[in-house]
Structures are given as C-alpha cells and as structure tokens.
C-alpha cells in the first residue's frame, strides 16, 4: 500500500494546481447544494419501534391534533400580583386566542379552564399542541406563536417556554469553538514546526475539508433529519484529525528535508510511509463510527455517519491536498521563526530531531519509561482506575430543561414550573388508550392512573376515533429515576389499569420518549463494543501481523475510555464542575458513553498506529525490542504530542457554548484524547512492549503465508526507495 501511496502523493505533488482546484471545486459544489436545500438540524431524538414511538404513530392516525410537538407556555408575574388579576388574565386570555389561530397548531389548553394556575396565583401553565412532529414544525410557525403571546408581554406577564419545540429550541451554532481550536492548534504546531508556513498548512487543509463535510451534511439535511449534534461531532472530529493527518506527513517530509532531500521526493516518501498510518488510523475510526449503526438508532447512525463522512475527507486530503500544498510551498515548510532572543533555536530543535533523534525530549522520556517500565505500568493503571470509579454510578437520561442555561427560557420556563406547581409538571406523561369512544369511557382508566403512587393527577385531555388521551402528572421531574419506575409501573400493569374498558394503553410523550431512547442506546452498548471492538482488533492484526500489539491496543482503550467516563460522571453528573464549568449536575447525556466508545476507541487506535508504527519500524531495523521500543518512541512523541494537544484543544473549545450537550461532549471527548494518547500509548504501551519484548511481535507461521504484508511502517518503501526503484514509478509523468 506504501507504494501506491507514494504514487498517489507524487501525482499530487506534480498536479498540485488541478488537486487543488477539485478540492475549491467540491467545497463550492457542498455550499451551493446547502444554500439551495434550506437544510437545518434539529435536537429531536426518538427511536422507532419503542412504545412511546408507536404511541405518537397512533396519535397521527387517529387523532392527529395530539400527534406532533409539544410546547408548554408558562406565564407568570411577580410578587403581590397574580395571574388572576384582570389586566393580566385578559392579556393571557388575548394570547391563547391568538395561540389557537396559528398555523401548525391543533390544540391549545387555556389554563383558566384547565385549572393550571399555582396555589400562589403567580403562575399560569398554558400548551400549545401541534399537528406535526418537532423537527416538522416551521419557523415561521414558531415566530407566529413568539408574536401571539405579545398581548400578555404588553400587559407585563413574564412569557416562558419549554416542551419538545418551542421558539428559541434550535441550537444557534456558533463559530467561537471553532476560531478558538484553530487559534490554539496554530500556537502548537508553529511551536512544533517553529515556522510559520509548515504550522498553517495542516490547519488551512483541515478547514477546506470541514467546509466540504459541514456544507454537506447541511444540504443532506433538507432531505432527512440529522441531529444537530451530529454537526457538533463532524466538526471536532473533522477539524482535529484533519489537522492531525496533515501533520503527521507534514513532519516526516520536513525531516526528510532537513536530511538533504529532494521536495518532491521527500513530499512522495513521507505519503509512502506515514501516510499508511493515516488511512490506517482513518479506517479505525471509520469503523468504529459507522459500528454506531448496530445500534438500530436513526439519529445515532446518522451522526456516526457523518462524523465518518468527516474522517474521510480529512483522510483524503491528507493524502491529496496536502502534498499539492507542499508542493506550493517548496523549501518554506524548512524557512524557521528567528526569534531575537533565541536566535537559531527553532532551527536547531528541529534539525536534532531529524538528524539526531536520541537527543529530544521524546527520546530521554522514552529511554525513562523503559527504564522503569514495572512501576510505570503500575502507577498508570493506577491512576486510570482511580478515575475510572465514578463510571460506577453513571445515570444516563437525555437533558431537559433543569439541564439548560439559567437565561434559557427552557430553564425559566422548567424552574417556574418547579417552584410553583411542582417537577412532575415539567414532564407529563401521555397515556394512550385504544379502544375508548369517548372521554366518559375513560374514566375508569383515569381512576386507575390517579391511584398508583407517584401519580400527582390525571386527566383526559382528548377523545376521538375511538382513542383516549390522559395527562399524567408524575411527582417527580423527568429525569428523576422514580419517574422512569413510574413508566415502567404504567406499563406492567397495563391491563389491570385498563380493566373492563377493553383498551390498549400505551406510554408516549416526550419524558417517556426519552427513557425509551435511554434504555434502548443502554441495552446497545454491549452489542456495539463486541462489533466494534472485533471489527478493529482484525484491521490492527492486518496492519501489525501480530496479535499481541491489537490486544494490547484494545486493553489500553477500555482503560482511558473508563477513567474518560468516571470524570465525566464525577463533573457533570455529581456536579464537580458546576462552578468551574458553569453547568447544572444532571444525568448523563444517553447517547454519550456510545458515541464515546466509538470516537476515543478509534482516535486511541490512531495513537496506537502512529507510535507502534514507528516501534515496528525501528524493530526491523535492529531486531532490539527494547531499543525499538525507546527509539521509535522517541521518535513519534513529539508529533504525537502536538497531535493530541491540538485534538485536545479543539474539544475543550467545544466547551465554551452554553448547550450541555455539547459542553458534555466536548469535556468527555478531551478528557479521553488527553489520558489514551499521554498515559496510555506514550507511557503504558512502551512499558509493556518493554516488558514483552520481541514477543510482542508473535505471529503463526501460517499466518505470515496466508496473510499479506501491507507494509505499513513503509520499509519496503523505504528500501526500494534507497535503491533507486521507487524514484520513478512505472506509468508516472514528469510534470
């Protein structure tokens, strides 16, 4: 593969102007395509197949005025006032009249008639139903009831909002998570490079390729529905292995330079051989993010899709654009920063790592860590597990309003609710009853609902075509476990609440929605690792020819990812970041253990490929494990370093946003980065491989018969390029 990598590299280099002008050319194509789509993503998470998902089916066919989003409108005042009193209540009044004339909506509640005011009179609860689903439901429509509402704003009620889509409920994406990540990565590698040219390139790749992945999954949005977070995960994961894989052959072609190489074959040698890596550490990841749809979520596979989409381009222009660049650049990846009161130190740095590798930093780290190889191993398992045990107590739910921002209106809207009326109230459960004519026919059903304890109240809240719809109040908050028990209780004893009625009851709204999708991504958590994890363990045998090294690989991932876990657990969900962070304690996002199982196991297996890659190099070199072992770690460690600073920092960016879930996201995807590539692949697995030794590279001998080697360290490469056989491939053409 080394080979046909050269070729490739070669081309691009010799074609840099036409390589060039495709990628502009696709970017131009992905920001037309989404102009003319109108595509948007949304934050609607649900699952076919699940019971409230199969609820809200019946609702649309039967009663369609219940079968879309929610939204509940909370008015309040302040003080002595209260809603009651006569110029509040007729702009409240004034505003549900309005409600009822907007477009989209079936059923409005009044709460006057309802009954939904607080004991304290401060607090009116009104809802708005709609007829289509969440993701469904227009902006103009959302305008429309912001502008209805005026009338009891004009008469000075506060006007909140909340639900499953309300105005306000689509995630602004903002572009400082962005500038901030690359601002950062810029100060790394120009600190890497120590020039000015060689620390832009990878990040001026990374951004052309992110344009290409976002613009299309923008314009793929206009014709099915992707989760806003799906965008959120394209975009690290495209920017920090896009600039990673840039660097990665950035670095070995500027070695390759300072070694008296020719550009062009320094730019073709380095796509030859660390290039390899690249598309070896790509498919990992690829893997592990498409392995998402194993799950049988929708709106997971389709943000494991994307985040793929987003590794493919980076690996892609790794291997194009990049070598187009260079070939642009020339000499000036090798033109240093003279600093006045360091003169010559940049230049010095990084001709000592070409020239003299067992001189860095990297190599005397190397040479410690095998040195001490035993309590290394000890102390860093250590560690991880001490990090790791919080995971212990991981409680996974989808965030709700509690979760938001305090000058969110979902936040005011749900703290309002709480104080006045009580948690339940943010989270009432839909029961379904098929098979009830009218609304007195459900009677018996509501008598039933009213007595299983942790129910505040039950009411019918519609009836038609044969199908009753019954507000349940549960006395907790939606993401208050006995809620999710309360769930469950409903639908054990279904048939004893339904009793003589001879109704079929079901479990919907948007609080049982979510503790569906929860338990459904928990019971695919196990199925998904085995798939994944098996997956990877073959394409990593492929790329070593050993057994031992995947193992190895894979042991170190469940490490990092569980100590990962445990400080995201301890910060979010026990509340140990509240000051520091600024967020509100609160379970664990349901869809972030599997999308971190699938982003840290592949971005871990691109340390592994990159370090073990440059072990094995040296391995066939001089057959000393152990030197081996503190030469190529030595010699991938200051690569790796920036690398994983860079991904470290664009997802600590992430964090400055005021979503949780992204917030989440971000520390999660961080904290792992950070702890796989520093304690795992550049401490523990040399401490193992010393300790194994050459045994680590075992392998039967039928295996060396019947499996190729796909040189992906590139010796082979590398020999025929010292011979003179790779200079001028056949069917290649001077430029």
């Not at 609860?125 to 289509?132: E, M, P």
């Not at 697995?685 to 295996?703: D, L, Q, R, S």
Request: one cysteine or more.
């Amino acid at each position: 593969m080394s080979l046909y990598l050269f070729r490739l590299a070669r081309w691009a280099f010799r074609r840099r102007w036409l390589v060039l002008g495709l990628w502009v050319l696709a970017a131009v194509a992905a920001i037309t395509l989404s102009v003319v789509g109108g595509g948007k993503t949304d934050n609607t998470f649900t699952v076919p197949g699940t019971e409230s998902q199969q609820a809200t089916d019946l609702l649309k066919k039967k009663l369609p005025a219940l079968g879309g989003g929610q939204t509940q409108v909370v008015f309040a005042t302040k003080g002595a006032t209260k809603v009651t009193d006569p110029a509040y209540k007729a702009g409240i009044e004034a505003s549900i009249a309005k409600l009822k004339t907007v477009p989209q909506v079936g059923l409005v509640s009044d709460p006057f008639e309802s009954k939904a005011v607080s004991k304290s009179g401060n607090v009116a609860l009104g809802s708005v139903q709609f007829t289509a689903a969440p993701t469904d439901v227009k902006a103009e429509t959302l305008d429309a009831v912001k502008a209805a509402v005026a009338p009891a704003q004009d008469a000075g009620v506060q006007v909140e909002y909340s639900g499953s889509v309300y105005p306000g409920w689509q995630l602004k994406v903002s572009e400082a998570p962005e500038m901030i990540g690359l601002l950062v990565a810029f100060v790394i590698l120009t600190i890497t490079f120590g020039a000015f040219v060689a620390a832009g390139l990878p990040i001026l790749t990374a951004i052309i390729g992110i344009v290409v992945t976002l613009m299309s999954i923008t314009a793929l949005a206009s014709v099915m529905t992707i989760a806003s977070t799906s965008t959120t995960v394209a975009m690290m994961l495209g920017l920090s292995c896009g600039i990673d894989y840039g660097l990665f052959i950035l670095a070995r072609h500027r070695n390759n330079l300072l070694t008296g190489m020719k550009t062009e074959d320094s730019v073709a040698l380095a796509a030859g051989t660390a290039g390899s890596s690249v598309v070896f550490a790509g498919l990992t990841v690829i893997i592990a993010l498409c392995g998402l749809a194993v799950a049988g979520i929708p709106f997971l596979t389709v943000m494991g899709v994307a985040a793929a989409g987003a590794v493919l381009v980076a690996v892609l222009i790794a291997l194009t654009l990049m070598p187009a660049m260079l070939g642009f650049a020339g000499n000036k990846v090798a033109k240093f920063i003279s600093s006045p009161l360091r003169p010559g130190h940049h230049e010095k740095v990084a001709t000592i790592a070409a020239t003299e590798p067992e001189h860095t930093f990297g190599a005397a780290w190397a040479r410690f860590v095998v040195r001490f190889r035993v309590p290394v191993l000890i102390l860093g398992v250590a560690l991880l597990g001490v990090l790791a045990l919080p995971a212990l107590k991981m409680d996974l739910g989808l965030p709700s309003g509690s979760s938001k921002p305090k000058h969110d209106t979902a936040r005011k809207a749900y703290d309002l609710t709480t104080a006045n009326f009580g948690p339940g109230f943010n989270g009432a459960l839909l029961v379904v009853a098929d098979g009830i004519p009218d609304a007195a026919a459900a009677a018996p059903v509501v008598g039933q609902l009213s007595k299983i304890p942790g129910v505040v109240s039950a009411a019918p809240m519609a009836a038609a075509n044969d199908v009753a719809v019954i507000r349940v109040i549960p006395s907790t908050g939606p993401n208050d476990e006995a809620t999710t028990d309360l769930v469950h209780r409903i639908r054990d004893n279904r048939t004893v609440i339904a009793g003589d009625t001879g109704a079929t009851l079901m479990v919907g709204g948007t609080t049982a929605s979510n503790i569906d999708v929860s338990g459904k991504l928990s019971s695919a958590l196990p199925v998904f690792l085995i798939v994944v994890v098996g997956l990877a363990f073959i394409l990593l045998t492929l790329a070593f020819r050993t057994i031992l090294v995947p193992l190895k690989s894979i042991v170190g991932f469940l490490l990092s990812v569980a100590a990962a876990f445990g400080m995201q657990v301890a910060m979010f969900q026990w509340g140990w970041g509240e000051k520091l962070l600024g967020i509100t304690p609160s379970q664990t996002i349901s869809f972030l253990p599997i999308i971190m199982l699938a982003i840290i196991f592949g971005l871990s297996s691109d340390y592994e490929v990159f370090v073990v890659s440059r072990i094995k190099e040296e391995f066939t070199k001089s057959g000393d494990a152990r030197h081996a072992v503190e030469h190529g770690t030595g010699l991938s460690a200051r690569v790796v370093t920036a690398a994983a600073l860079i991904m470290f920092s664009i997802f600590v960016a992430f964090m400055f946003t005021d979503d949780p879930i992204v917030k989440a996201i971000g520390f999660s995807f961080a904290a792992g980065v950070f702890l796989d590539a520093f304690v795992v692949r550049l401490t523990l697995v040399p401490a193992v491989m010393a300790i194994i030794g050459t045994k680590i590279w075992y392998h039967p001998k039928w295996y060396a018969k019947y499996v190729p080697d796909l040189d992906i360290e590139g010796d082979k490469l590398q020999h025929q390029f010292d011979a003179g056989q790779a200079r001028e491939p056949a069917g290649t053409a001077k430029s």
